[in-house]
């Protein structure tokens, strides 16, 4: 009888915790995730579009910010670029695979082994595919669970990996105009005697496209306190010819 009672009394305490007796279907990305069907990964996977770019460009070619990254544990990179494309470089810098996809949100790179994630944050969906983009698996990461809003924060945060005595780094170098930009313009690699050099540099093409949306940030408030000026102005001059009229009667 009382273990009967204690029986169900865990069951009831368990069944209360945050996610209940939810069984995840996979943690292999760090995520708690739940499996999809077929039907569900085949109507994504079209819908990502993943299309493999010309084979001969040059990193120094891309020309676009960087919104995330990762570095394999043989230093092969893994950059993530504004407008959903995605380049693969080995060690040397040079381009062994680069590619685009359809995607309406903001998404980050990740190694996984020698395949590569792309986590959609809309939509919270991980692909995986291979380093020349073929298709791996598609799961959906639960979007109830705390542990998994950390890990969206940990990664977007993630500006920095090392991989034995080298560090590698994205930032950007553009003063006080930084906290206009949502993405980075250059990664830089330190290794273990302290020599820098820096792998991908896009800085002056960025502190250009930002320095013209400041302008018009600064030009679009300068326009808006303008006319409420002026309204205040007009307003006030209507209120005082109405009591210099009403003042006369």
């Not at 553009?174 to 302290?194: E, W």
Request: aromatic content about 10%; charged content about 15%; hydrophobic content about 40%.
């Amino acid at each position: 009888m009382y273990k009967k009672l204690i029986l169900t009394i865990c069951i009831i305490f368990l069944l209360l915790l945050p996610g209940g007796l939810t069984v995840h279907a996979s943690t292999t990305f760090g995520f708690e995730t739940t499996n999809l069907s077929d039907n569900e990964k085949s109507e994504i996977w079209k819908n990502i579009n993943i299309k493999s770019l010309s084979d001969s460009i040059s990193l120094n070619d891309i020309g676009s910010p960087i919104v995330s990254f990762d570095v394999s544990e043989s230093e092969n990179i893994l950059l993530g670029f504004k407008g959903n494309r995605v380049a693969v470089l080995d060690k040397n810098r040079e381009v062994l695979n680069f590619f685009e996809f359809s995607n309406d949100g903001s998404f980050y790179v990740q190694w996984n082994g020698n395949n590569i994630l792309l986590l959609l944050v809309r939509g919270s969906i991980i692909v995986e595919i291979t380093s020349t983009g073929q298709l791996i698996d598609i799961v959906k990461v639960e979007d109830s669970s705390i542990h998994n809003t950390s890990r969206w924060n940990n990664i977007s945060k993630k500006v920095q990996v090392n991989i034995g005595g080298t560090s590698y780094s994205i930032t950007n170098k553009m003063g006080f105009l930084n906290i206009f930009s949502s993405s980075y313009s250059q990664l830089i690699k330190s290794d273990s005697n302290g020599n820098i050099s820096t792998v991908y540099d896009v800085n002056s093409t960025q502190l250009t496209k930002t320095i013209v949306i400041f302008i018009a940030i600064i030009l679009f408030i300068a326009l808006v306190a303008v006319t409420v000026v002026r309204q205040f102005l007009k307003a006030k001059s209507q209120c005082s010819g109405f009591f210099v009229a009403h003042k006369k009667l």
